[in-house]
């Protein structure tokens, strides 16, 4: 099976997002895993807005690149510019595509306000994985 690897800067949202969508949508297609350059922790708002999608992320945890798993990826995607500018050396085979996706942690005012761009960021990733189908 395929390996898809979603990458960004400290896999506690969007990376996070995209691994739960990958893991539905392209099930029986690739493996699929995230990670991040550094190691932040599951933001809840990204839980939060995949479970209203249905989507549970809750028992996935936040992981820096494992430079096997990379070397192995078929294909490998970066979700901000941090990620795309910090990833270390790709193998020849190894595909890449860059999703330059806002960060919605750095989203300010109420929490529902946060939630908003959260959201927007989840459909977006649901959408950009639904693509590698």
Known sequence: MKKIYFLCTGNSCRS?????????????????????????????????????????ISKQKSKIIDPDYLKSADLVVTLCGDARDRCPALSPQTKSLHWPLIDPAQAQGTPEQKMVVFRQVRDEIKKLVASLE
């Open 16 to 56: 996070q997002m995209a691994e739960g969508y990958g893991k539905i949508l392209l099930k029986g297609k690739y493996e699929v895993r995230s990670a991040g350059i550094e190691k932040h922790g599951l933001n809840p708002y990204a839980v939060k807005a995949m479970a209203e999608d249905g989507v549970d």
